[in-house]
């Protein structure tokens, strides 16, 4: 597990690992800039599973707390997923160690 495991979608799409065709409203921009977590391990299973271009990632758990911020964000398929904006620099991706 690296850095780049926990890159943003913004951070995907300017170093070109997204599709151009990609973009965001204002409102949606704040959330492309975080990277997406969940409380529970489950949560995170699920939507690896749902999702193609996730299914060859891994599950890690970590600790978010210390600097940055950390928002609830759930949806109707993913109640505890949460958006985590990390400071410049941050290493609290160092804490996480791959479950699954």
Known sequence: MTEDDFRSHRELLDAGLLPRGRFWTDEQECH?????????????AKLREA??????????????????????TPSRT???HHSWWRNVGDTAWLTFEVVT
């Open 51 to 72: 999702s193609g271009a996730l299914r060859a990632k891994r599950v890690a758990r970590g600790n978010v707390d210390g600097p940055g911020m950390l928002m609830p």
């Open 78 to 80: 993913h109640h505890s």
């Open 32 to 44: 492309a800039v975080s990277c997406s977590v969940f409380s529970e391990e489950e949560g995170a």
